[in-house]
DNA sequence: GAAATTCATGTTAGCGATAACATACGTGAG
DNA sequence: CTCACGTATGTTATCGCTAACATGAATTTC
């Protein structure tokens, strides 16, 4: 009644040649397989005569060990998986670094997938780790409906799962942030200290990304001090759901741009990251003004960058490698130790680095 | 004789809880599992009412398929690799998008594996990916010795591979890359059809990395127009194996002030890559010198942030996602038409991308 | 109306590894 | 001398899935 023919397996021309398995290895060393497993994985009596046979033959044959048959029959993989939504971004970088640092120590390898800050690749990216038997995801995209959807059934099948930064909790699930909504707050906080009372952001729509932190700490910052929101001063972060994370300096720039062309332009800006903040820095110079002296600009994240840009630029830093380890201890607990623990917490503190791009107002 | 406990074993403290499997699914619906594998994987027939009931089941069991068991019995995960060196690099970003196009669409996964440019770590990313049998690799790291020796063994045992700008070569490993060399003799002919006679290299070593391509270029450009490589204009790329992408501002920074100190400094510099030049851009503003008036530079890869800089930066575009698209390409050839097939080579041009930050020699 | 074909399912065997148990030999204790 | 234990292997039975083949019923063909 229902055909569905599987056009794929036709077009395989050659197959893969076969590779050397356990068995094999034994039947040249003149043991068993289960000998031979022995010595691959440092488990068991082996007499040394024995071992060095058999390694030698493994070395002979460039056996390599076949990882789906071992997870299959051992229930674990060893594997971790990553979920970022953006390979470019230096913040991805080092967070990728932290939870490495974490993990190879441990013997886990870290195989990571890439979202680009798609809803639906996204939720493929968990499917996938899944499917392949990852020990457990450390998933640190930002947070859409249905990703949250199934991050929560895969949490409720069991897989152990850390999350890093993103807005979604689940009782099981281990959740590791920086507090960017305090963070937000400093910036702004800072720069109406210095007596600016117009202050800009760049890098939310209105209609959507307003679950922002960063952005919430600007609007309590403002509201704090008694500053109105005005609408018009909030730029950029329009356009697709697919926007990729390298043009983030396109937005700064014409999100700054934009802003210039006010009649009541603000005598500040914060930029939601500092990629959006160096675009903006560039807008700011090509129209022939100065900073800080004409417009103060603050960014977010203290890539590395941020002090190599002229002027240097004013950001908030948070501890991102510091997160990634967190999370992947916090991960391999819950793997190695007890899997129904109630989930754990950490909230790290941003720090304001102040430089060249923010000064008092005229 | 040789007693090897194995410790980690022991730590483990709470299984996994034992994950729905096909039989359960076949048990529920009254079928057997092959039945739910030809609606799982939509191969054969099966009436629609039956195919209703199991997906009915399958659903409300949360049910996911396992991919060990499914890859070791198929013998193909469709699963690709990627290895590179630097996830912070926006080379590698737009490496893997371009990858990511084409694998997506016929139904493969990528999962990426980051070296962090260390030899060590370059290994074990293609050991991992080849012990969890992944169906092919892309390798776009730098070459080194014992990654070139690993990489030829499981090339020789069969495992597809495509190489991206790797300067090793098998008779069965494609190889995509751009002509860095002709790149780095455009850029540096660019600066000395401009007057320049001393014109300096950030980022390479002089003692290590001689292979560099784009710096090959440099020298021939030199040679060509019978000016003299002079060795103190050479700086930076020292230090150790373990250099972080992340620090080539850094780099940029630290080379360019110490050719400033010279006697008879540059009028010109060549940089190695982009973020190298902003770094160099960077120490030249703090010294008080213009650009390009005082001191012109050139970096090398075009990253978006290149065109975002004051002032913008004259640099070489490599045709970076096409060569991600055409390296998966290469490499699905080789896994579903022949594996066996011959050597496949394809070189890239680079374009040179003249902006603010070159101008004639005073 | 018998043979051929399509549809719908079931049965069997094994992918490559290892946990758990079984076997057998030495060696020192009692 | 026997028992117990440490040492060094081997045997068996899966892990979860699917290719290949087998089995019938329904439908079509000549």
């Known amino acids: 009644m229902h055909v569905i023919v599987n056009l794929y397996s036709m077009s395989v021309k050659k197959q893969a040649k076969r590779q050397v398995t356990l068995a094999d290895i034994a039947t040249l060393a003149a043991v068993t397989p289960m000998t031979v497993s022995r010595v691959i994985n440092a488990s068991g009596y082996v007499r040394v005569e024995t071992r060095e046979r058999v390694l030698r033959v493994v070395r002979e044959m460039n056996y390599r060990r076949n990882g789906l048959a071992r997870g299959l029959k051992r229930q674990r993989t060893e594997t971790i998986g990553l979920v970022i939504g953006d390979i470019a971004n230096p913040f991805s970088a080092e967070l990728s670094r932290g939870v490495r640092e974490v993990l190879e120590k441990r013997g886990y390898t870290l195989f990571i997938c890439v979202s680009e800050h798609s809803a639906k690749e996204d939720v493929q990216a968990f499917e996938s780790l899944a499917d392949h038997r990852a020990d457990g995801l450390i998933v640190a995209t930002r947070s859409c409906k249905s990703g949250d959807e199934r991050l929560r059934e895969l949490i409720d099948s069991g897989i152990p799962v850390s999350l890093i930064g993103r807005d979604f909790r689940h009782p099981h699930?281990?959740?590791?942030?920086?507090?960017?909504?305090?963070?937000?707050?400093?910036?702004?906080?800072?720069?109406?200290?210095?007596?600016?009372?117009?202050?800009g952001f760049i890098g939310v729509s209105l209609t959507k990304s307003l679950g922002l932190r960063r952005f919430q700490g600007y609007q309590e910052a403002l509201n704090e001090h008694r500053l109105t929101l005005d609408e018009s001063l909030i730029v950029g972060g329009g356009g697709s759901d697919q926007m990729p994370g390298y043009s983030t300096e396109e937005m700064g720039f014409a999100g700054m741009t934009k802003l210039l062309r006010l009649k009541k332009r603000p005598t500040a800006v914060f930029a939601r990251n500092d990629f959006t903040a160096i675009g903006a820095l560039n807008a700011i110079k090509q129209a022939g003004l100065r900073i800080p002296e004409d417009i103060a600009v603050a960014g977010y994240d203290d890539i590395p960058l941020a002090s190599h840009v002229a002027p240097t630029l004013t950001t908030v830093r948070q501890p991102t490698r510091e997160q990634g380890r967190l999370a992947a201890r916090f991960l391999l607990r819950r793997i190695e130790e007890d899997r129904e623990r109630p989930r754990e917490e950490k909230t790290f503190d941003c720090e304001l680095i102040v430089r060249q791009s923010t000064a008092p107002a005229k």
Chains 1, 2 share one sequence.
């Open 173 to 199: 699930a281990d959740l590791v942030s920086a507090d960017n909504l305090k963070g937000g707050y400093e910036a702004t906080k800072h720069l109406i200290d210095l007596g600016h009372e117009r202050i």
